[in-house]
């Protein structure tokens, strides 16, 4: 069974920093696009950084919030430095690979004085 596991999520104070991980078992994450999406409750989620597969985090490195992969570890990473309080909501990855698509369970991040 493929299952997608989220951790780092947390309170921060405005210009604090957080790091998403998205460990994937079941199935090689390496051969998966994946993105980071926000939800508010009541909206759609938003998607806020993106990986494609095979792809490292030199393809993210002028976003945001940067993206890169630890294949080793079967692992996705979201990088959020300079935190607003915009950015709260919570996170969940979504890996795709034609037809299959899996979901992380999601990491609540608030951002807030």
């Known amino acids: 069974q493929v299952q997608l596991v989220e951790s780092g999520g947390g309170w921060v104070q405005p210009g604090g920093s957080l790091e998403l991980s998205c460990v994937a078992s079941g199935t090689l994450l390496s051969t998966y696009d994946v993105a980071w999406y926000r939800q508010i409750p009541g909206k759609e989620r938003d998607m806020v950084a993106f990986?494609?597969?095979?792809?490292n985090n030199i393809h993210s490195a002028k976003g945001r919030f940067p993206v890169s992969r630890d294949n080793a570890k079967n692992a996705v990473y979201l990088r959020m430095d300079n935190l607003k309080p915009d950015d709260t909501g919570t996170y969940y990855c979504n890996a795709v690979s034609g037809t299959n698509s899996y979901w992380g369970q999601g990491a609540q991040v608030t951002v807030s004085s």
């Open positions: 990986i494609p597969r095979w792809g």
